[in-house]
């Protein structure tokens, strides 16, 4: 098994950029996480999934943030326009959900530097 | 404010001895888990340990949970230098264990060879 899949790695953008991260989950796993980790603020969930379906997006700083998931090995999470205080790393998580405890993998993450 | 504080925020120890960490929490949970992670990589998950459970072990690692105290400790034996790396709890306040978990701010633990 690959585990999470994240790209890119890095990604290095101006401020007022659209940025755009990818998430391919662990193959039968039907919850995705996207996370944010930060020196100052720690590691922030910002939005989770159930079967393709947004359940809570209470962690989404602002409007500019949104993700999608139009299918089960593949989401998104855009940020229009970006700005400095958006660098940090992006991590994505699965798991599958039914069983009774609650593991979940994370991917490698992606280190956005915004300008 | 985080559910989980962990305690010490760092820690160095020589090669060959214990290091405990601990987690404490402010709301009655499902579950506890431990998660690794190495610098520049993705949290791995180490162990979890339900409300029910006490004390639980995996390899060279014990974790305790003290419902009562709302914290729980881990204890990693014989450490080594691959131990390096910041550890995180995270709790789980569902009932039905759905989906949320609520990370720490973490420990990171320098192991000196």
């Known amino acids: 098994d690959a585990g999470v899949i994240q790209s890119p790695r890095h990604e290095v953008t101006e401020m007022g950029q659209e940025v755009t991260l990818r998430c391919k989950p662990i193959s039968g796993h039907n919850s995705l996480f996207w996370y944010r980790q930060t020196m100052m603020r720690g590691l922030e969930l910002l939005i989770y999934?159930?079967?393709?379906?947004?359940?809570?997006d209470s962690g989404m700083p602002e409007d500019r943030f949104s993700a999608k998931m139009p299918n089960a090995s593949f989401s998104t999470l855009k940020i229009q326009p970006s700005e400095p205080r958006d660098s940090a790393v992006y991590f994505c998580?699965?798991?599958?959900?039914?069983?009774?405890?609650?593991?979940?993998?994370f991917g490698p993450g992606t280190r956005l530097t915004v300008l | 404010s985080q559910q989980g504080e962990e305690d010490p925020q760092a820690l160095s120890i020589q090669e060959g001895e214990n290091a405990t960490m601990n987690c404490s929490y402010k709301?009655?949970?499902?579950?506890l888990q431990w998660y690794r992670q190495n610098s520049g990589r993705g949290l791995v998950h180490l162990i979890l340990i339900r409300s029910n459970e006490r004390e639980k072990h995996s390899g060279r690692l014990r974790v305790t949970l003290d419902t009562s105290k709302k914290s729980s400790s881990l204890l990693i034996t014989a450490s080594r230098a691959a131990d390096t790396a910041s550890y995180f709890c995270a709790t789980d306040a569902s009932n039905f264990g759905n989906e949320k978990l609520t990370f720490g701010t973490g420990t990171r633990l320098t192991i000196i060879p």
């Open positions: 709301t009655s949970i499902n579950n």
């Open positions: 998580a699965s798991r599958f959900s039914g069983r009774t405890y609650n593991e979940q993998f």
């Open positions: 999934f159930n079967n393709n379906v947004p359940i809570d």
